[in-house]
C-alpha cells in the first residue's frame, strides 16, 4: 500500500514537521512540501517495525514473521487479548521477543496500525 504527501507546509511545530507512521512494507512519494521552524524533524517516517523494535521486538525479526502476526491478528481482532497471545504463541512469534517485551502491547500496536 502507498500514499502520497504533497504540496504541504509545516510550520512552527513543536515537534516533527511531517510524522508518517507507515505499516508493513508501504510505499510513500513526498514531493514539493516545506517543513520550516519545527521543534523535531522536518520529515520523520517511522515504518511499524521501527515502532514495535521500540517496545521489544527483535530489530532481527523477518518481515514474513511480522506479516504472518499481522494476518493472524487481522483473523482475530474481536478476540480476547489471551487468545490473540496464543494464537501468536503457536505460530512461535514469542522468539522475536526481547527479554521484557509485553506481548499484549506489542499486538495493541499491531492492532492499531491494521485499524488505519
Do not use: Y
Not at 42 to 59: E, M, Y
Not at 99 to 111: F, N, P, Q
Amino acid at each position: 500500500m502507498g500514499f502520497k504527501i504533497h504540496n504541504n507546509i509545516s510550520e512552527g511545530n513543536g515537534g516533527d514537521g511531517f510524522r508518517v507512521n507507515v505499516g508493513h512494507d508501504a510505499d510513500v512519494d513526498m514531493g514539493g512540501n516545506i517543513a520550516r521552524r519545527n521543534g523535531g524533524q522536518g520529515f520523520n517516517i517511522v515504518s511499524l517495525k521501527d515502532n514495535l523494535v521500540t517496545l521489544g521486538l527483535k530489530p532481527e525479526t523477518p518481515d514474513i514473521e511480522l506479516a504472518k502476526a499481522q494476518k493472524i491478528l487481522s483473523e482475530k481482532s474481536g478476540e480476547t487479548i489471551e487468545r490473540q497471545k496464543s494464537a501468536l504463541k503457536g505460530i512461535g512469534f514469542s522468539r522475536w521477543l526481547s527479554k521484557g517485551a509485553e506481548l499484549s502491547t506489542i499486538i495493541s500496536l499491531i492492532l492499531q496500525s491494521l485499524s488505519k
